[in-house]
Each structure stands twice: as structure tokens, then as C-alpha cells.
């Protein structure tokens, strides 16, 4: 199984909270389009006590669960980091201009020919919710990223 998403920071200092998906399809691994870990879901302006993939415009957070986890896809629930600052992996990125200490924000990336919910150089019109540490080039094609959006 390809790891996503991996956290550097002790996840005992960061906030997790479990949110119920509008759209429990993309819990199904075997999906069109599976919820991956790492990507980023925000509030579903239509069901506000569900989640969504971010757009990046609003609060946004980052799935804390892999692929095809049976308990996610039984409770139709996914555990998002919510709250504290941390630093970590992805794959879930577009590196396109990206350079180290540049500002991110959350938007539509293409992985594998699907639209995710991931991170990529911010543009001036979206949230700041973190900054490059390391470039994908020199860390196993992953970005590595600190998160400030608390």
C-alpha cells in the first residue's frame, strides 16, 4: 500500500476529529475516485456537520485515515487532523513552482489522472495553511510541509 501522508509530528499534540462524509462512495477503496489519506475535506456548505473534498476558499483539513479502512467506510466517518500545528509528508501535491518556505494553500491536484484535494503554491486568492519545508526533488518525490492553519 503507497503511504500518502505521513506525520512527523507527535500526533498526541495534534487535534483529531472524526466528521461524517456527504458522499460515503469515496470511502470505497475499490471507487472511482477513493478518498486517499492526505488529502484535505472541509465543511459541506449543505450539510454543514458533513465533509467534503476542499475547494481551498474555506477551512480545510487533512484526512488522517488510509485508503479502504473498513471502520471509516462501517460509521461513514473520517478522521481529520483538526486542530494544532504540525509538520508532514504528501503525495497528495502539485510541486509546479513550488521552492522552499513558499506559502501553501489547499486546491484541486491531479494524481494518477484524478482530481484530489491537496496541496500546491499559494496564489494570493485562497488561505495560507502552511509552507514548504523540503521539496519533493529531495525527499522521495513527497513535500514536506508545516501546517499553521490551527
Known amino acids: 500500500m503507497?503511504?500518502?501522508f505521513r506525520l512527523h509530528s507527535p500526533v498526541e499534540k495534534v487535534e483529531r476529529r472524526?466528521?461524517?462524509?456527504?458522499d460515503r462512495s469515496i470511502l470505497n477503496p475499490n471507487g472511482s475516485n477513493p478518498l486517499l489519506d492526505g488529502e484535505f475535506m472541509e465543511l459541506d456548505a449543505t450539510t454543514p456537520s458533513k465533509v467534503i473534498r476542499a475547494g481551498g476558499a474555506k477551512l480545510s483539513w487533512a484526512v488522517f485515515a488510509e485508503r479502504g479502512r473498513s471502520d471509516t467506510q462501517a460509521i461513514g466517518k473520517v478522521p481529520l487532523l483538526y486542530m494544532g500545528a504540525y509538520e508532514a509528508d504528501t503525495l497528495i501535491m502539485?510541486?509546479?513552482?513550488?521552492?522552499?518556505?513558499?506559502?501553501?494553500?489547499?486546491?484541486?491536484?491531479?494524481?494518477?489522472?484524478l482530481t484530489k484535494s491537496g496541496l500546491l503554491l499559494h496564489t494570493?486568492?485562497?488561505?495560507?495553511?502552511g509552507y514548504v519545508l523540503r521539496l519533493p526533488a529531495q525527499n522521495g518525490n513527497k513535500l514536506r510541509f508545516m501546517w499553521t492553519l490551527v
Request: glycine fraction near 12%.
Open 124 to 129: 494570493g486568492l485562497d488561505l495560507v495553511v
Open 18 to 22: 472524526d466528521f461524517p462524509v456527504a
Open 2 to 4: 503507497v503511504e500518502n
Open 94 to 113: 502539485s510541486a509546479a513552482g513550488l521552492n522552499h518556505g513558499d506559502p501553501l494553500m489547499v486546491g484541486d491536484v491531479t494524481i494518477s489522472t
